[in-house]
């Protein structure tokens, strides 16, 4: 009976096998990869690279074999129980360790890298997944990664024992690696380590053998300079003090060549002899000496190919008969100038690194031929010469340099008075500068000092001589800069130098202490009344417009007064006083003064600690966000939260924003505080799988003038999981006005990214209509004053807020926009909303602002 196999049996087996097959196929492939790998490393090790280009190539190599964009690798050293990290690339850190950087294990300790080298184990996963994995505690370095494996490097393979540890790293993506990639780095970390090992050690026996052959060539050098100076001390010794003599004596060069001719001729034959010497500029062959009994005549020439110009191009000296010169003749070495002689020599004249010329003699007798001896010891004596040859032309220089300093002597005692003069307005003038501004042209903080610690000294000594301190500070001269820019603003500056100088008597002063920031000194005030009169006409000289680049700006200062009736105050604290009563004025409304008194300390004292106390809040995460829902006024849904900053402060409670936020704001702690809060919101409405809705955060301008803002939020909600579409940014109308360009450009990225854009407390700032369709606005935020006036007739739909309302309903619903009307206190102004057409809002009739709540069981 034959048995049939069904189609379906048949194709089960061919999947069988053609699943058997890939896997077979994918071990071959990965074996492949391996065996090329440790191949290239192989190759690598028996190269000549050096290590610093050694190490990326073996970097490459690992990451063919893996996901290795993040690999450094440190070696252990036993004897000083130190880790040396020979390279990193870390995208995240990339300067947290440098090549070449030795740490001790201690310092290092508890780090994944240690418990690598201590344990000897290889450690793979998370950073949850290893603080589960090591023995004991994990210190962090560097950046968290998402994905981490580490092998040790053991020497002589499984066994052996540890030298460091070879580690790879993801911060993108999690579960990167598994056993497969970690079998395949602890196999190819042999190989590497084997490889940084055979390179150091080759790099060691260079230096050994480099440095044994140094050390020979030292002896070797040292004995021939014995040698030599054994055979031609004697003889040289004479004819170098001869040279020196020449070189002192007071006759003239030709003299000074003749002599030189001289002793040359008692060491050597020196029959013919010249001396040619370079031009300062390097073009031209002079011979100021020159003696040949050929007739040959010494004749200044260009530069050229003459077996002269040969010894001054080689700079070494040159021994030649007439075979020899002429097959370097037929080389191109040199050319034929003047006779031809049986034997030649010449020797450079070299002093300070710089070639003068060249001494040479030459023979023509057949019998009379140059030897290696007279090249030495022509050698020698070419120093001295050539350093003799220097003195004389300094000596000569000096002469004529001292002739004409008499000549031009009587020209510069003429000069010297007009000097003088020149000198004096310039020290009068660096003086000037010094104590002055270079703006406005009034004394300068400094100068300011020297004359209160002068009022102060005669404070001292008359106690009745009571001075006041007043500090004066331009309102929003911010503003002049950026709308009008700093040439404006500095013709502001000095417009307003001169108003406030026009109010001084002769013995009181005003300096410009700091960019927009003045200072008085009243010489006499004896009374508080009187330091009030003088700063009541300083606000006044500034009433009238000032005419700048075409237009009447007004302006205004604060003023700060403090009465100085204390010796023993310092001078600082005069000003600082005087800055306090400032700031107090500017906070009362600007265009004003105020006199400071010992209220007014405490209160600067108040903000200082508040100042500390929210840099050490934002340390220890005292920020938190609570959260007050959006509500649809149709059915009671919560759309979203709104996300409010609070300060769980550890001894006051829960602080509000209005407790704290304007010294927030002058002291530059908001910024770091807005990000904690948003951060922490994300990562409470991330986590609440229950809720869908959008999370609402309030971003003030200044995060508009950040142009990484959009980027930083980006990363932001990656970290915290949460789409950047469930994102709400309110904005205010301020911010729209601040810089309308960027502002359009920043809210278009964010919105291209999905984020939406509500405009919070609309109707209260000052931005033109114009702007609702021209910025990327999705929801328009009705403020409270609006929402409040509705309790008392919520029916009276002709009342001034119900028409305001119904009017931003309207608008909005022709702009394609959605309306949320804020605080919402009674049902009657709920009901009230509804009627006008709005079907968004919040406020405590629905909930107060605090945690987020539980889900519903």
């Not at 010891?377 to 002469?399: G, K, P």
């Amino acid at each position: 009976m034959n048995e049939t196999r069904s189609p379906l049996n048949d194709a089960e087996v061919t999947s069988s096998e053609l699943e058997r097959l890939r896997a077979a196929v994918h071990r071959a492939e990965q074996a492949e990869r391996l065996q090329r790998a440790l191949f290239a490393i192989s190759e690598l090790s028996s190269s000549d690279l050096e290590m610093s280009h050694m190490l990326p190539r073996l970097h490459a190599i690992v990451g063919s074999l893996m996901y290795a964009r993040n690999l450094f690798m440190a070696l252990y050293d036993a004897e000083t129980d130190s880790l040396e990290f020979i390279y990193m690339v870390d995208e995240a850190t990339p300067d947290l360790h440098q090549p070449g950087e030795r740490i001790a294990m201690d310092d290092y300790a508890q780090a994944l890298t240690w418990y690598v080298v201590r344990d000897g184990l290889p450690r793979r996963g998370s950073m949850q997944a290893l603080a589960q994995q090591v023995p004991g505690p994990l210190r962090a370095r560097g950046a968290n990664a998402q994905d981490w494996l580490g092998v040790p490097l053991r020497e002589g393979g499984q066994g052996g024992q540890v030298r460091g540890a070879l580690v790879v790293q993801s911060y993108d993506q999690p579960n990167r690696y598994g056993p497969e990639e970690q079998a395949l780095l602890e196999f190819v970390a042999s190989h590497v380590l084997n490889a940084v090992q055979r390179k150091q050690s080759q790099k060691a026996l260079e230096q050994a053998v480099q440095a044994g052959t140094a050390e020979l060539a030292r002896a070797n050098q040292a004995l021939l300079a014995e040698v030599a100076r054994r055979q031609r001390g004697e003889r040289l010794q004479a004819a170098l003090y001869r040279i020196a003599e020449c070189a002192n004596d007071v006759g003239t060069m030709d003299a000074f060549y003749s002599a030189v001719h001289e002793i040359v001729g008692d060491l050597i034959n020196a029959r013919n002899c010249y001396i040619a010497l370079v031009s300062e500029d390097g073009q031209e062959l002079h011979f100021p000496y020159y003696i040949d009994e050929q007739g040959g005549q010494g004749i200044s020439r260009r530069m050229g190919r003459g077996l002269t110009e040969y010894v001054l191009r080689t700079r070494k000296p040159l021994l030649v008969n007439r075979a020899e010169a002429d097959e370097m003749i037929a080389q191109g070495l040199f050319q034929t100038v003047g006779p031809r002689a049986n034997s030649w020599l010449g020797v450079p004249l070299v002093c300070d690194g710089r070639t003068l010329g060249v001494i040479a003699v030459q023979s023509y007798q057949p019998e009379v031929l140059y030897s290696d001896r007279d090249r030495l010891l022509l050698s020698f004596v070419s120093h001295q010469i050539a350093s003799s040859l220097v003195r004389r032309r300094t000596t000569e220089s000096l002469r004529r340099a001292n002739a004409e300093l008499e000549q031009r002597v009587a020209e510069r005692t003429d000069q010297l008075e007009e000097q003088i003069a020149v000198r004096e307005r310039v020290e009068a003038q660096l003086q000037h500068q010094v104590l002055h501004d270079a703006l406005t042209g009034l004394p300068n903080r400094s100068y300011l000092l020297e004359r209160l610690a002068w009022l102060q000294a005669r404070l001292q000594r008359h106690s009745m001589r009571r001075f006041a301190v007043m500090f004066i500070d331009v309102d929003r001269f911010k503003l002049v800069n950026e709308s009008m820019g700093h040439h404006a603003g500095d013709e502001v500056l000095r417009e307003i130098g001169r108003r406030l100088q026009s109010t001084l008597g002769d013995s009181d002063m005003i300096a410009r202490v700091g960019g927009d920031q003045f200072a008085v000194l009243v010489n006499d005030a004896h009374t508080v009344e009187a330091a009030a009169r003088l700063a009541q006409r300083m606000l006044q000289v500034l009433d009238e417009p000032m005419p700048v680049e075409g237009k009447h700006l007004f302006t205004s200062v604060s003023i700060g007064i403090m009465l100085c009736d204390q010796p023993e105050a310092a001078a600082t604290d005069l000003l600082r006083n005087a800055d306090t009563a400032m700031y107090r004025a500017k906070l009362n409304g600007r265009r004003r003064f105020e006199l400071y008194d010992a209220h007014l300390h405490t209160d600067a004292l108040r903000v200082l600690t508040l100042e500390n106390a929210l840099w050490s809040a934002l340390k220890q995460r005292q920020f938190v966000p609570h959260f007050q829902p959006i509500v649809s006024l149709q059915d009671g849904r919560v759309l979203g939260y709104e996300a409010l900053v609070r300060w769980r402060h550890p001894t006051q409670g829960l602080l509000k924003p209005a407790d704290f936020l304007q010294v927030a704001e002058d002291s530059g702690s908001m910024e770091a505080i807005d990000w904690l809060i948003f951060t922490s919101a994300c990562e409470t409405i991330a986590a609440r799988k229950d809720f869908t809705g959008y999370l609402g955060l309030n971003v003030a301008p200044r995060h508009f003038r950040n142009p990484h803002f959009c980027q930083q939020l980006l990363d932001m909600l990656h970290r915290a999981g949460l789409p950047a579409s469930r994102l709400c940014l309110e904005i205010t109308e301020g911010a729209l006005i601040d810089d309308p360009e960027r502002t359009c450009q920043l809210l278009n990225e964010l919105r291209s990214h999905g984020m939406s854009l509500a405009l919070d407390d609309f109707g209260t700032g000052y931005s033109s209509l114009g702007y609702l369709h021209r910025f990327p606005l999705l929801t328009l935020k009705i403020d409270r004053s609006f929402v409040a006036p509705l309790t008392e007739s919520p029916a009276n739909e002709g009342s001034a807020s119900a028409a305001v309302v119904r009017a931003v309903v309207a608008l909005a619903g022709s702009l394609g926009l959605s309306v949320v009307a804020e605080g919402i206190e009674t049902q009657e102004q709920a009901e009230a909303l509804r009627a006008l057409g709005c079907h968004l809002g919040q406020g405590f009739l629905f909930a107060m602002p605090g945690p987020l709540p539980a889900p519903l069981a």
